[in-house]
């Protein structure tokens, strides 16, 4: 069902929003525009061995993509840029609704994954994660006997 105009894309959330909340969500607005809330949307889920993580890029190339691991965090940054050079040679620019700007998120993996054991495919404005489950390496406390004499 389609709901008039007169109610926003994101009514519901407004409606319940606090009102110093809106000044933060007018700063992704004003970067990425009327769509900012569905930037950056993430699928993780569980199989027997891995995880996989799936994460909606639109409009990124692989290149202005980078993905970290980092003391247990796997970070995922994507920024943008816009050539001004290339706008001058195409003609005059009468109006631009396409921003420059980066965006980041940040999971927490673990600190027995390696860099080596992650995978990363970016296809088609997606980019999938697959992140191994590895049980967390127990380490056994030594013990350090004093000899009773005696």
Known sequence: M?????FEENF?????????????????KKLYGRKASRMMKTDIREKDDNYEVVIDLPGFKKEEIEVELNEGYITISASKGLDKDANDKKGKLIRQERYAGAM?????????????????????????????????EKKVPEKNLIAIEG
Not at 2 to 6: E, T
Not at 13 to 28: A, H, I, S, T, V
């Open 2 to 6: 389609l709901a008039p105009s007169i």
């Open 12 to 28: 519901m959330d407004d409606l319940f929003g606090f009102p110093y909340m809106k000044e933060f969500d007018n700063m992704e």
């Open 104 to 136: 980041q998120r940040s999971f927490y993996v673990g600190e027995n994954i390696e860099k080596e054991d992650v995978e990363a495919n970016y296809r088609h404005g997606v980019l999938t994660l697959t992140i191994p489950k590895k049980a967390a």
